[in-house]
């Protein structure tokens, strides 16, 4: 009999068809295997460490692929747990650059014994131990299966019911933003009584077909989605993971379906690269990356289990964003279009954050006006958590309710807190209140009293020295539509700032604070009459059909000068409209000024005083004097 290495290298040339890698070392006493064994798991890289004189062999076999951060400590936890009932060798993590998981196991040869069944029996044990436990690792790392539930079911042991909320111990423990008393879009409900029966029943692949086991939401925002998608698995009867973008493209191929272990189960994949075209810019490891891993993705959703219901989804802005590639049938075959929330469920979900509790009937009350303010403000999850934060923290400071001013603060001023900054001096002050008291009484004037402002402040907010949130129920109340007067309100409410300066103050006093409004103005103007087809005195039937010819494409250098012309006509007239209107209406403007400039900041109730005091108390006055002399 041969040496342990020339045994080894005996028994290599016989395993397999092209012989691996052998290296004799340069001590002469030791040589490295070099193997790949293909298996239904993938391909594992493998080594023989061979020591002729201490009569040693040691083999690794590596997993195909690497273990995600995300589940370390679970994994190191499974690892533990696997460990304690090996006979022979045992599993390990190894950390480098990436973690891979493999199996280790050592024999000492003595009195030269050693025989290729032995190598066989050896490789056997790697084989089997890493085809049963690396499925199990995926399980734990992606699909949030706890480590005990994980290797019972690799050792095809019995399992005790285990709660879900254990099952999925680390995939599960972001709370949802939904609150409970928001009702989730009727059409994934009606999609989750599909899954709920498809599962109970043991539909087969044909029912299956129909109900659809690869989904795309919709939507304007990608939390909200998740959120929905995972109150439809909660109606289902489902489990529900989410994957985080980095680590989609990480699912290893060719290792069976990591979910499947914790079926039934709603699997949604965060949109990120993974989605992305491969076009011309595209690199080509990047591209190829992509390729395979779509590859892989369409084989496992193509091989779905019917036993093991596996439910692929993701959300996106435009269903277009998703490549044609995984939206073929078996694959990410059924679409859910979710517009974009109305305000008043937008201010549920809010208040909801806030906690109900901790809001006063202004915010309880009106939940479509809180929609109406924070929805563009705050626009995604992570700002919704923070302005919810933000809230409870000024709650707790201050030992009261939020109120909606709080909430009119916040948008006006920010997130962030800041320091009372030093106050101008009175003539500069009475400037500023006097510019906001012209926004704020146009509004007001300008709709008959209907838009009269939730606040008015000359308190200094980031880079603004006051501000005006007009009326979010006048807004609410018109909803999307938009006419040539409400084109013109917004005009003057804008222009009013420095209208009310020269008003006041005369032309030399007018100051260079007006620059955001009159940027404001020209971009709406520009918009109203390249694009809509609106003209300046649009209310005469002489002029309503004078600019129906709008702008398409790029615009032309005749179409950018005949745009500029109508604008700069439009706001010349409409800026001595406003003047006009604050002139005639100087009482009020003074009176609103008068209050900025000793309280600071003017509620949308003490507004409505002041106007009811300063117009309509006038008005009602000239009526009953006309009727007299009548």
């Given at each position: ?18 012989p691996p890698a052998f290296k004799q070392n340069d001590d002469g006493d030791s040589a490295t295997l070099k193997f790949t064994h293909k298996s239904e798991c993938g391909d594992f890289d493998g080594y023989m460490e061979i020591s002729n004189s201490k009569s040693l062999i040691v083999i690794y076999l590596y997993a195909p692929n690497t273990l995600p951060e995300r589940g370390f400590a679970l994994a ?216 395979k891993f779509r590859k892989a993705f369409a084989a496992r959703m193509e091989s779905f289990d019917t036993g093991h219901p596996v439910i692929y989804t993701t959300s996106a802005y435009e269903l277009e964003d998703v490549p044609l590639a995984l939206r073929k049938r078996e694959l990410l075959d059924r679409y859910f279009y979710i517009p974009k929330l109305p305000p008043d469920m937008l201010g549920k ?144 409410i804008s222009l009013a700032g420095r209208a009310a300066e020269e008003v006041a103050f005369g032309f030399d006093g007018i100051s260079d604070g007006s620059r955001a409004d009159l940027e404001n103005c020209s971009r709406l103007a520009s918009r109203a009459f390249a694009d809509w087809g609106f003209a300046p005195n649009m209310n005469d039937a002489e002029t309503s059909a004078s600019n129906l010819a ?81």
């Amino acid at each position: 009999m041969g040496t342990i290495t020339e045994i080894v290298e005996k028994w290599a040339a016989e395993k397999w068809n092209i012989p691996p890698a052998f290296k004799q070392n340069d001590d002469g006493d030791s040589a490295t295997l070099k193997f790949t064994h293909k298996s239904e798991c993938g391909d594992f890289d493998g080594y023989m460490e061979i020591s002729n004189s201490k009569s040693l062999i040691v083999i690794y076999l590596y997993a195909p692929n690497t273990l995600p951060e995300r589940g370390f400590a679970l994994a190191m936890d499974a690892v533990a747990r696997i460990n304690q009932d090996m006979a022979v060798g045992n599993v390990e993590i190894v950390r480098k650059k990436e973690s891979w998981f493999r199996f280790r196991a050592g024999i000492d040869v003595e009195n030269d014994d050693l025989s290729t069944a032995m190598l066989d029996n050896l490789l056997g044990i790697a084989v089997g131990t890493v085809e049963r436990y690396f499925p199990a690792m995926l399980s734990i790392c992606f699909a949030g299966v706890t480590p005990e539930r994980a290797i019972a079911e690799a050792r095809e042991e019995k399992i005790d019911d285990v709660p879900i909320e254990k099952i999925i111990a680390e995939a599960a423990s972001t709370k949802p933003l939904l609150d409970a008393d928001v009702a989730p879009s009727p059409i994934l409900s009606a999609w989750a009584d599909e899954l709920a029966n498809a599962v109970s029943t043991q539909a087969d692949a044909n029912a299956w077909r129909m109900v659809g086991h690869g989904a795309i939401v919709v939507h304007d925002d990608m939390e909200r989605a998740c959120d929905m998608l995972r109150r439809v698995a909660d109606e289902a009867g489902v489990r529900f993971v989410r994957i985080e973008s980095d680590d989609v493209m990480d699912i290893p191929a060719g290792a069976g379906d990591p979910f499947a272990k914790a079926a039934p189960i709603l699997v949604y994949f965060e949109p990120g690269d993974w989605i992305n075209k491969i076009g011309k810019d595209t690199d080509d490891e990047e591209a190829d990356k992509l390729r395979k891993f779509r590859k892989a993705f369409a084989a496992r959703m193509e091989s779905f289990d019917t036993g093991h219901p596996v439910i692929y989804t993701t959300s996106a802005y435009e269903l277009e964003d998703v490549p044609l590639a995984l939206r073929k049938r078996e694959l990410l075959d059924r679409y859910f279009y979710i517009p974009k929330l109305p305000p008043d469920m937008l201010g549920k979900e809010f208040i909801g954050l806030f906690g109900w509790e901790n809001c006063d009937a202004s915010i309880t009350g009106f939940p479509g006006k809180v929609g109406q303010l924070l929805g563009d403000e705050f626009d995604n999850e992570y700002l919704r958590r923070l302005a919810a934060l933000n809230m409870a923290r000024l709650a707790k400071r201050e030992n009261r309710k939020l109120t909606f001013i709080d909430l009119v603060s916040m948008v006006t001023g920010g997130l962030g807190n800041l320091d009372e900054a030093v106050k101008d001096n009175e003539a500069i002050l009475r400037h500023t209140a006097v510019h906001e008291a012209g926004h704020a009484a146009m509004a007001v004037i300008d709709s008959n009293g209907k838009n009269t402002p939730e606040y008015s402040t000359i308190v200094a907010r980031k880079d603004t020295k006051g501000g005006v949130v007009e009326s979010i129920a006048y807004s609410f109340a018109r909803g999307d539509l938009f006419t040539y007067a409400d084109f013109r309100h917004k005009i003057r409410i804008s222009l009013a700032g420095r209208a009310a300066e020269e008003v006041a103050f005369g032309f030399d006093g007018i100051s260079d604070g007006s620059r955001a409004d009159l940027e404001n103005c020209s971009r709406l103007a520009s918009r109203a009459f390249a694009d809509w087809g609106f003209a300046p005195n649009m209310n005469d039937a002489e002029t309503s059909a004078s600019n129906l010819a709008v702008i398409v494409g790029d615009a032309s250098h005749s179409e950018m000068l005949h745009n500029e012309t109508l604008i700069r006509k439009f706001l010349a007239d409409e800026y001595k409209a406003a003047v006009k209107i604050l002139s005639e209406h100087r009482a009020l403007l003074d009176a609103i000024a008068d209050r900025l400039v000793r309280d600071s900041v003017l509620d949308q109730g003490e507004i409505a005083e002041l106007y009811a005091a300063h117009v309509n108390g006038i008005c009602n006055a000239q009526s009953e004097t006309s009727g007299q002399a009548k």
